[in-house]
């Protein structure tokens, strides 16, 4: 089945403590894209993947890394995570970059930092 | 950075009525999407609009992408209790970036 998958799917932590949430799709696409999900502020975009090696900021870069070293995953990291990152962050990924292409969610990871 | 405002914010609806839901930005943009989001799930793509003035429809949803390119909307006809959910319009700021809405939260009373 072609899909976007996200783990974990929750997660509780503590501030300062890096992690990792990964996110992989088997659809063979080129572009991914990481969001943050905020009640009142809609999704937001973090960072982008136009191809292997290749990323660039969103609208909300801050606090967060990534790297594409393989087509198919897409990790987020958080150095030292703070309590405004608590999100619900969604990986996406569509054929290849542009409107035209629909972009395909994984079902969210839920994350509280304490 | 970009806002794209949504309105109305929540709305609660009889099941069988009609919705209607707008999107502005004070910015010009060359496409307009829309998304569902269901409960607990990620966003789904509705519909995708890519000339001023288009009028497109998929099922009992129909979008229009406004004439001057700083407006969307989103009609609902006929809403059913699975028409639940959260609705996000989005555009593409050139060919890698999206901007979504901050969303319509939908509820249907059967």
């Known amino acids: 089945e072609a899909q976007v998958t996200q783990n974990p799917r929750y997660l509780i932590t503590v501030t300062g403590k890096k992690l990792t949430v990964t996110c992989s799709q088997n659809?063979?696409?080129?572009?991914m894209s990481w969001y943050r999900q905020d009640p009142g502020l809609g999704l937001r975009q973090i960072y982008y993947?136009?191809?292997?090696?290749?990323?660039d900021k969103g609208d909300v870069p801050e606090g967060y890394k990534v790297s594409r070293k393989e087509k198919r995953n897409f990790p987020l990291i958080l150095e030292s995570p703070s309590p405004n990152q608590t999100s619900l962050y969604f990986c996406?990924?569509?054929?290849?970059?542009?409107?035209?292409?629909?972009?395909?969610f994984g079902p969210g990871t839920r994350l509280t930092v304490l | 950075g970009q806002q794209l405002n949504q309105s109305p914010q929540s709305m609660f609806i009889q099941e069988g009525e009609d919705v209607s839901m707008n999107c502005t930005s004070s910015s010009i943009f060359n496409t307009w999407l829309w998304y569902k989001q269901d409960p607990g799930e990620g966003p789904v793509l509705l519909i995708a609009l890519y000339k001023a003035g288009e009028l497109t429809s998929n099922g009992r949803l129909t979008a229009q992408f406004g004439i001057t390119r700083k407006d969307s909307f989103l009609n609902i006809s006929a809403s059913i209790p699975s028409d639940v959910g959260i609705y996000f319009c989005a555009v593409t700021s050139g060919t890698y970036k999206y901007i979504f809405g901050t969303g319509t939260r939908l509820k249907v009373l059967a």
């Open positions: 659809m063979n696409h080129e572009y």
């Open positions: 996406a990924s569509s054929l290849i970059a542009g409107a035209y292409n629909e972009q395909f």
């Open positions: 993947s136009m191809n292997v090696e290749v990323t």
